[in-house]
């Protein structure tokens, strides 16, 4: 059936604009204003997005099932002890559904592009909310149990999500409407300080994952003798652990293609390597937080803080509303932008150019 479809054109990286180039990638570069149909039909060619979007939509089906198990299974709608474990499993849909979605219709325009990686963005804060919930929960040494730390652990959590939101969409354009709007950038485009753009980036990223890990860090590293938590539990902790720091290795270094750019565009660029990485790290952490709720919960519901609706729903309910408000207001600027001459009269150019009209 595919052989009777004409499956859209790939370009190499002088033939499509800056914002649209990946470090060290080459070719297999999609038209800069796909349309929404060329971008589904991508998904079944080889281009350099690919494996990225597949890479996380498969996954987004078994996280989908496990949280449905819980859901139907275990009635969590009748037990608060198995709320943080649906929002977290909720956030592992998410997160990865977002992403495959991001790169398969990043290539509409460049303001697609942008709106694109800012629900992703969003997606991958919210997620980072899904954890710190369910290591409050569950995964707290017995030593840190209902002290202060613990007390203020999902409200600093919360926080966080919004700056870190907030400041990967602004590492992209800005400042919304006062450093870019709907016909210019007024400051650093992504692809004009593309350095510290990334260092932004990934601080975005880094910090929420360590602040929300340092109960997990301290039960697994530093924590010896009475209250530590010591289990068998903790080796599927240091597998998601390890997982977890090489996934942003691979976001932050670029290799391996940075080495020999050229011979990754398709198969095996840090990017798919990262999405790998991160699927299989959320597994495994997943798996130890299902053995700490099972074999915990007696201790738990005796000793930790009660889990409420303020310290997971709600929490989970206003970091979506939050960061749905965020996206909004980095988006508005780029929603309002002019139609370009050019694509009035050319909805579909034979040939890409190098430079895009600000407002496309």
């Not at 969590?76 to 002890?81: E, H, K, V």
């Not at 201790?299 to 729903?313: E, G, K, V």
């Amino acid at each position: 059936m595919l052989s009777l479809i004409k499956l859209p054109r790939v370009f190499t990286i002088n033939q499509v604009p800056k914002v649209f180039h990946e470090d060290s990638i080459i070719s297999g570069y999609r038209h800069p204003r796909s349309s929404a149909t060329d971008c589904i039909l991508s998904l079944f060619q080889l281009t350099n997005e690919t494996l990225n979007i597949w890479t996380h939509f498969l996954p987004t089906w078994y996280f989908l099932w496990k949280l449905v198990t819980v859901v139907l299974m275990q009635t969590a709608w009748q037990d608060s002890f198995t709320w943080p474990m649906v929002i977290f499993l909720l956030s592992c849909c998410i997160y990865p559904l977002a992403s495959s979605c991001a790169h398969t219709f990043s290539s509409m325009s460049v303001r697609a592009r942008h709106i694109c990686f800012f629900f992703d963005y969003g997606a991958l804060s919210f997620y980072s909310l899904g954890s710190a919930i369910i290591y409050s929960a569950y995964v707290f040494p017995d030593k840190w149990v209902n002290s202060s730390f613990h007390q203020w652990y999902i409200p600093i959590a919360v926080a966080n999500t919004v700056i870190c939101t907030n400041l990967a969409c602004y590492s992209r354009l800005g400042l919304p409407f006062l450093q870019y709007n709907h016909d210019t950038v007024k400051r650093f485009p992504e692809h004009q300080s593309p350095k510290f753009s990334k260092f932004l980036r990934v601080v975005a990223f880094a910090f929420p994952y360590l602040f929300d890990s340092i109960p997990l860090f301290y039960r697994v590293f530093l924590c010896v003798g009475e209250g530590c938590t010591d289990s068998d539990t903790n080796i599927l902790h240091y597998y998601h652990i390890a997982l977890a720091f090489l996934t942003g290795f691979l976001f932050a270094t670029h290799l391996p293609e940075r080495l020999a750019p050229g011979s990754f565009d398709y198969i095996g660029h840090s990017h798919q390597l990262f999405h790998v990485c991160g699927v299989l790290g959320t597994h495994f952490q997943m798996q130890a937080l299902e053995q700490d709720m099972v074999t915990r919960r007696p201790w738990l519901l005796n000793h930790s803080i009660p889990i409420t609706f303020a310290n997971s729903l709600g929490a989970a309910l206003l970091c979506v509303l939050v960061n749905l408000t965020i996206i909004i207001l980095y988006s508005l600027p780029l929603l309002s932008a002019r139609v370009c001459q050019d694509r009035k009269h050319h909805r579909s150019p034979k040939k890409p150019s190098a430079k895009l009209c600000p407002c496309s």
